[in-house]
C-alpha cells in the first residue's frame, strides 16, 4: 500500500502531494521529467484523467501514466469521485538530448527507401502498434525493474541524428553493447505479445507487456527464447543479443511504452554496472 504522503526529493524520484482532509489522490510515485514514468494511487472507485487522456484504474485504486520525449513543461492530473474534484498541475523537466548534425551527404543516405522496402516498414509497424495496444490488467509495472542484458551502455533515449538539415527519428531506448549472443532477461514480469524474427528495422523483435499500457520492446535480436502469449518472469531467459535489422554491431536496444508515448528504460533501473 502507498503511503498517504511521500516527501519530494531533490532527485524528483518520488513525490507526493498533500491535500484537506480525506484526499482524492493519496499518492505519485515516479520522475517528473520527460520520459519518465509515474505510478499513482488514488481512492477506490474514483476516475483519473491526464491532461485529456482518461486513465484506467485498477480495482485497488492504482494508476499509471508517462510522459513523452519532448512533453510540454506542465500538465494536469484531474481526479474525481461523485461531487469531489482535484487538480493538480505537474510540472514536468526538460532535458537536453545529444543532436548530432550531418550536412553534405548524397540524398540517397538520407531517404533511400523504395516503395516495397516502404511497405513492409509499414506492416511491421502495424504489428507492433497492436502488439503495445494488447494490454492486460496486470499490475507488473509497479515491480522495481532490473537490466535486462550486461554489457556496454552505447546509446542513450533522446538522441538525435539531423542528416543535411532533417531531423531523423530520435533514439527511443537505451543501448547495450554485447557479443552476439548475449543473454537477455525479462526486466519484469509480463505477458509477450510479439515475437518476430526479422523486422526490416529492428531484426528480431520481441514486446513485453507489464500491464495498463506499459510494455518493453527488445530489439537487434540475435534468437527469441519465448513465444507469443507466454507468460515471463523477471530475471528469465528470454532472447540473446544480435545484430539483426539495421544494426551497426551487436547490442541490445531496449525500450519502454506506455501505449504510444515512449518512455526512457533508465529511469527505472538502478545504475548501470558497466562491463570491462
Not at 61 to 85: C, I, N, Q, S, W
Not at 150 to 178: C, I, M, T, W
Amino acid at each position: 500500500m502507498l503511503k498517504k504522503l511521500i516527501l519530494l526529493t531533490t532527485l524528483g524520484l518520488v513525490f507526493s502531494l498533500a491535500q484537506a482532509q480525506e484526499p482524492l489522490l493519496l499518492s505519485l510515485k515516479g520522475d517528473l521529467t520527460q520520459g519518465g514514468l509515474v505510478v499513482g494511487q488514488t481512492v477506490k472507485g474514483a476516475k483519473v484523467t491526464f491532461d485529456d487522456t482518461s486513465l484506467e484504474v485498477s480495482p485497488e485504486g492504482y494508476f499509471v501514466f508517462g510522459f513523452h520525449r519532448d512533453m510540454p513543461e506542465t500538465a494536469a492530473l484531474t481526479v474525481e469521485k461523485g461531487d469531489k474534484k482535484e487538480v493538480q498541475k505537474l510540472f514536468i523537466r526538460k532535458r537536453d538530448y545529444n543532436i548530432e548534425r550531418i550536412d553534405g551527404l548524397p540524398p540517397s543516405k538520407v531517404n533511400p527507401m523504395k516503395p516495397e522496402v516502404l511497405k513492409r516498414i509499414r506492416e511491421e509497424g502495424a504489428l507492433v502498434a497492436s502488439a503495445r495496444k494488447n494490454s492486460s490488467r496486470d499490475m507488473f509495472f509497479m515491480q522495481d525493474f532490473i537490466w535486462p542484458a550486461k554489457g556496454r551502455l552505447s546509446g542513450f533515449y533522446g538522441s538525435q541524428r539531423v542528416l543535411n538539415g532533417e531531423p531523423k527519428r530520435p533514439h527511443y531506448g537505451v543501448d547495450v553493447a554485447a557479443p552476439t549472443g548475449t543473454e537477455v532477461v525479462a526486466p519484469a514480469d509480463g505477458t509477450v505479445r510479439l515475437a518476430y524474427d526479422n523486422m526490416f528495422y529492428s531484426g528480431g523483435t520481441l514486446i513485453i507487456d507489464h500491464g495498463y499500457g506499459v510494455s518493453s520492446t527488445f530489439i537487434h535480436l540475435n534468437s527469441i527464447d519465448v513465444e507469443e502469449g507466454q507468460k515471463v518472469k523477471q530475471g528469465q531467459r528470454i532472447a540473446t543479443i544480435g545484430e539483426t535489422g539495421r544494426a551497426t554491431g551487436p547490442h541490445l536496444d531496449w525500450r519502454i511504452n506506455w501505449y504510444t508515448s515512449r518512455l526512457d528504460p533508465q529511469l527505472l533501473v538502478p545504475p548501470f554496472e558497466q562491463e570491462q
